[in-house]
């Protein structure tokens, strides 16, 4: 089952390092090239030259983005730029943001989580397919860094709130390490924990629990690769450090756990509307917000989608459910019955016969309308978010679900606390 150990964290200095908001940045996997430049141009320790260096022409196989990481994580080191924490401690992370204008707030906390072994029974469940270009590219960085520089999203299920009420009693009091506001107006708050009884009772809460891997799938399979490689390339030098991962951690129950869905922009969209009649129940809507209403409704019933075409908003509703089971041969009923799902292997697979390069993914809905209203894309499909229960369900089966599947909001910071082996 489950293992967590509290870890002497590395973080920026305040003494250098004033306003670190200047310094962290969303995770490498959500920026794009414009962002990555916002980055470099923010602040010269920027932790983007770390998780996601330029590429230049004059590469190569010694001197490239990855050499370029380690060596700025070895001077900020060496100039007290990033300090090491001298005790082992937990790290409460507390995230202010609005959804829908709507005030939330997600408690979580960042520790080490043992990896699991092959051949041993699991403690640690994804729920995402992964692919081989991030991995390698992930593998690539680690070698050189030697470090997490961001923690892997999980979630457990603590229905008595025995974690909030922890931090509550023993933390939330205290001052807290980091407190900022990111450019999207999300507040950020960090707490340190390094007294050892806290630790214990942490620690028997979370010990044994089941976690499940919410985000960083490829972060997580490359810390396993990385482990079993330096378990062969060097066993005498072997730390049991690479046994663990950073990880955030948050109850499953917290009514701060945010799912977002994330629609899908298709390009060269030749299909009619009544390429649907065989399995769904179209019906066109006056507006985005008609749709998005009509949804919201219908959102415990199984294959309801929006769709934006030519300038018109559509409901998809699946009406034929037996010819859905039929087109879908694997899996368990809850795979089966998942929205993600039904649209990729129904719509796109059977009835459309979109192909996987024709699409791209966006959580801005609006965003996603302006760019099939510009002819950048031809159509996109809208969808409800995934819940977090059917997450639970197929990941202890050992299902998972296609790529884009969930977009747990808001994302954590990169840069806040760091582990290095």
């Known amino acids: ?65 990855y050499s370029r990481a380690a060596a700025y994580l070895e001077e900020w080191l060496r100039r007290d730029i990033l300090v090491q924490d001298g005790e082992r401690s937990f790290y409460f992370y507390e995230q202010a943001f609005s959804v829908e204008g709507r005030k939330m707030s997600r408690l979580g906390m960042m520790a080490l989580m043992r990896l699991d072994e092959d051949g041993q029974d699991r403690s ?75 630790i214990g009772k942490i620690k028997g809460l979370l010990d044994g629990k089941e976690l499940f891997i919410a985000d960083g799938h490829h972060r997580y399979e490359v810390a396993r690769m990385f482990r079993d490689f330096k378990r062969r390339e060097d066993p005498a030098n072997f730390k049991d450090a690479y046994n663990y991962i950073l990880s955030y951690l948050t109850p499953l129950e917290d009514r701060g756990l945010c799912i977002l ?5 298709i390009k060269n969209a030749v299909f009619a509307i009544d390429a649907f009649s065989s399995c769904f129940d179209v019906k066109e809507m006056p507006s985005r917000e008609d749709l998005l209403s009509a949804m ?27 010819a859905c089971n039929r087109i879908i041969q694997e899996g368990p009923k809850e795979y ?22 024709d699409i791209a993914y966006e959580i801005d809905l609006p965003r996603a309308v302006s760019q099939v209203d510009s002819g950048a894309f031809s159509a996109v499909f809208v969808l409800n978010p995934t819940k977090m229960e059917q997450i639970r369900v197929l990941a202890l089966g050992g299902h998972v679900m296609p790529q884009k599947s969930t977009y747990f909001y808001p994302k954590l910071l990169s840069g806040l606390v760091i582990n290095k082996f």
């Open 1 to 65: 089952m489950a293992k967590i150990e509290p870890f002497a964290g590395l973080h920026y200095n305040t003494l250098v390092v004033e306003d670190v908001a200047q310094v962290v940045c969303p995770p490498y996997d959500i920026i794009d090239v414009q962002k990555q430049e916002a980055c470099y141009q923010k602040h010269t320790y920027n932790i983007i030259r770390l998780i996601l260096g330029k590429d230049f022409a004059a590469d190569s196989d010694k001197e490239n983005k």
């Open 124 to 198: 640690v469940y994804p729920h995402e397919h992964t692919h081989t270009a991030p991995k390698e590219d992930r593998l690539k960085l680690l070698k050189r860094v030697e470090a997490n520089l961001s923690p892997v999203f999980t979630v457990f299920s603590d229905p008595k709130a025995e974690l909030k009420n922890l931090f509550e009693k023993h933390v939330a009091s205290e001052t807290p390490l980091f407190d900022l506001t990111d450019d999207e107006g999300q507040g950020h708050r960090i707490w340190r924990v390094s007294d050892e009884p806290l």
């Open 261 to 265: 869905p994330t629609h899908r922009l």
């Open 296 to 322: 919201k409704e219908r959102c415990e019933e199984i294959g309801v989608f929006g769709l934006y075409k030519d300038h018109k908003f559509y409901l998809l509703k699946l009406s034929e459910k037996r």
């Open 336 to 357: 089966k019955n998942l929205d993600v799902v039904i649209l990729h292997k129904v719509i796109f697979d059977h009835l459309c016969k979109i192909a996987l390069e």
